[in-house]
Every structure is written in structure tokens, then in C-alpha cells.
């Protein structure tokens, strides 16, 4: 049996963004059936052991994803090594982590490059400090990304690299 793909969120803390898109994508991966990938997340300025935001874990539940459990982790060099796809929220957290890990370069991608049929490469901000209005749009923003990353993975057009 062939091992599965990891495909890892990050974003800054990972108490916001990218637990909303590893929860959300691995069930949407569990729905659709694509058995073959597992989701995992990080921050590029992390500590260890953080629960998600208290408005993160509101706006969140109102999509039916649970981040109560979420506990914040750093980004390591072993994360990126294990990762077949690293989908970042910001152009900043992409260049950061090339910088420090040039060799990884070729697995790391805006998650909103995952747009089909869109232009894609825009930044997916950081909602902290805003209404929770904002959480939701944000996370709408998510929510689209991780469904068109589905439907490629779906069509074998995904970005996943070997």
C-alpha cells in the first residue's frame, strides 16, 4: 500500500487559519474519498500547545468544524521534510520558510493558488484583532480554497509533488 501524501497548512500562530483548513480539508478529503492524503498544520511563529482563538473556534463551528481539540505546534524542518504539499496563507510565510528551507521550495504554495479557474496568489489575512464578521469571511476564503484543492486532487490535477 502506498503511503499517504501529508499535506500541511501554516500559517503564522496556528490558532486560526490553518487548523480551520486541516480540519476542514481532511473531511472534506474523508467525504470525497481521497483516502490517499492526511492533513496536518503548523505556524512559522508558533508555540507549542496553544488552543485556537476564542473567535476562531466560534466562527469555525458555525461551518460545522470543530477546533476545540486544536493545540498550536511550530513549524519544524521534519514537518516540511514529512509534507508532500505545504499550503501557506501569506506570500511573507512563503518566502520566510523558502528562505530558511530552500530546499523545500518546490512543495510550498499559497493555499490560495488552489483556486480553480481563478487568478489565485492573494494573501488569506490574518482575522485576530478583527470582528468576527471577518473570521467568517476569512474563512469563506478558506473554505473555497481547500474545495477547489479537493476537486484537483479529485481530477489528479492536484499540486501535490512526490
Known amino acids: ?10 500559517c503564522t500562530g496556528n490558532m486560526v487559519r490553518s487548523p480551520f483548513a486541516e480540519v476542514l480539508a481532511q473531511r472534506t478529503f474523508e467525504e470525497r474519498c481521497l483516502q490517499d492524503y492526511i492533513c496536518d498544520s503548523a ?5 507549542q500547545g496553544n488552543p485556537a482563538v476564542k473567535d ?6 458555525q461551518l460545522a468544524v470543530d477546533l476545540s481539540q486544536h493545540r498550536s505546534k511550530p513549524l519544524t524542518e521534519e514537518l516540511l521534510e514529512k509534507s ?15 528562505a530558511s528551507y530552500p530546499k523545500y521550495r518546490d ?4 493555499l490560495s493558488e488552489c483556486l ?12 485576530v484583532g478583527h470582528k468576527s464578521e471577518y473570521f467568517q469571511s ?9 474545495m477547489s484543492l479537493a476537486e484537483r486532487l479529485e481530477s489528479d490535477d492536484g ?4
Open 159 to 162: 499540486l501535490v509533488t512526490t
Open 43 to 47: 505556524g512559522t511563529g508558533a508555540l
Open 56 to 61: 476562531a473556534i466560534l466562527a469555525a463551528k
Open 116 to 127: 480553480v479557474g481563478e487568478k489565485g496568489g492573494f494573501d488569506i489575512l490574518d482575522p
Open 107 to 110: 512543495k510550498i504554495h499559497l
Open 84 to 98: 508532500h504539499l505545504v499550503l501557506v496563507m501569506e506570500k511573507y510565510q512563503k518566502n520566510q520558510i523558502e
Open 138 to 146: 476569512v474563512y469563506s476564503e478558506i473554505t473555497r480554497a481547500v
Open 1 to 10: 500500500m502506498e503511503s499517504l501524501k501529508k499535506i500541511l497548512f501554516v
